[in-house]
Each structure stands twice: as structure tokens, then as C-alpha cells.
């Protein structure tokens, strides 16, 4: 009854959510009764949080339990070739190593909630937290670490050209353009992710969130196979649900394409 209600009037439910179509909102949907069914843990929402007070209306309709947990913040960062000094690294470390962020999170009851503690909110954490395949999680992460360099490059290209040289100033001008368009390198590569992994992942793997790295947009993957088990599920058991996720799925990915 609630899936079949939401499947007639889905709401923004996801950190996704857009206009446009409603593939976020039907996935979001799903992982929350893959909770239910114990077939997964956790399910986190990030900004906007619009998407919040509709999430949890329907995960309470749904018998699970939502908090707003408050974690601390890591800064996740792997070596590169051309690596970052280490007292501007120290300066991302200081900034947002251990200050409070808070996550809304919905799990199948307070114990499972009470597990996670205050945790780590990071790129790789939360990947883990959500049960993300770890080549994917590591893949996003050093995809993240070359947005650094990258930015870090294109900062030290401006000062040659006689502005700053504090390192208080360079950290701030590099968190600024962080993969923004200025950044040319920055913007190739994620073009690249865009439509070899992204759109790709909409395509042919719409029950998972996340990025899927470069070994998993191949066959017989671990991600393949994890979106191959959420698949099944909704098929088995909601099979309107997983023709949805499909077709919503397939518009989404035009949008990126
Ligand atoms: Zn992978």
C-alpha cells in the first residue's frame, strides 16, 4: 500500500531529488525497504534537507527509525605524483579534522542507530557505512585526492602570475575552486566520470547510488553484483518499484549523457 501510494505521488526524497524525474526518489525508496527486510543497514540523506522531513514521514510509515546523527568530519586525502605540501595538507587536516557534522540516518532500530557511535563522517566512511563496494569507495577517494592536485596546480599557476603566497591564502583559493569549472583539468575528468561512470552506472546498474570505479563499469563486477542483488530483491518483491527504478533510471541518464 505505502509503495504502491508512493509510486503515484513520489516525493523528493534523496540528496538527488531533481524536477525532472523521479529515479532518486523511487531508489531511495527501495533502500529503505531493503532496511526493512534486513538486506542492508543504513541509509543516509544529504543536502538538501527538503528531502528530510519527507524521508522520514515515510520511513516511519515504513516501521523504521531516522536520527540525526552527529559525527565529526576526516579529511580524506591519498597521495599523488605531484603532492600537495605537507603544511597546506595540515591546513585542510586542522580545518575540518573532528568539527561536528550532522547526517540524518535511517536504520532498521535504535540498537542498529546506537552502533554507529559518533562516527567519522568521510568520503570513505560513509561509503562504508553504506555498504558501498570498497574498490568504488577507493576510487571516488583518489578521484577526490586528484581534485586536490589539481586545484593545487592550478592556485600555484595564479600566484606565479605575483599574488599571494601565504599558505593560509592558498589553502582558501584551493578549497574555493575545488573542482570548480576554472580548473580545466578538473573539469575534463569529470566530464569523463559523468558519462563513463555516472550515466553508465543509470543505465546499467540503477539500484545503486555511488559511482562505480573503473574495474566495476566492466562485467561481473563487485558493484555489478551488488546492484544485481538490490535488483532482485525489487523485482521478487516489488516488481512496479524495479520497472520504475529501470525507466527513471534511463531518464536520468540522458541528462548526464
Ligand atoms: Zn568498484
Known sequence: MIVDEFIENPEPISGFSNPENNWPDYLGLLHLLLIKHGEKKYHMVGDPERAWKNICDLAEKLGLKWRIVTGTHAFDYQKQAISIPQNILDLFDNARNGQPVEELV???DDATLDKLGQPVFSHSNTGKILEYSDCCINWFDENKSIGWK?????????????Q??????????????????????????IKKIVVN???????????IFFQPCDACIGPSSPTRKLNDRYANFAKEKFPQLYQKIIDEGKKDAKAFE
Not at 589539481?150 to 605575483?162: D, L, S, T
Not at 583559493?173 to 575528468?189: G, L, N, W
Request: aromatic share 12%; proline share 2%.
Open 106 to 108: 535511517i536504520a532498521k
Open 164 to 189: 599571494t603566497e601565504k599558505e593560509e591564502e592558498i589553502a582558501e583559493m584551493m578549497a574555493q575552486y575545488y573542482e570548480s569549472d576554472y580548473v580545466k583539468s578538473s573539469r575534463k575528468r
Open 197 to 207: 561512470h555516472i550515466a553508465e552506472s543509470r543505465n546499467t546498474m540503477p539500484f
Open 150 to 162: 589539481e586545484v593545487y596546480e592550478f592556485v600555484m599557476g595564479r600566484i606565479e602570475n605575483g
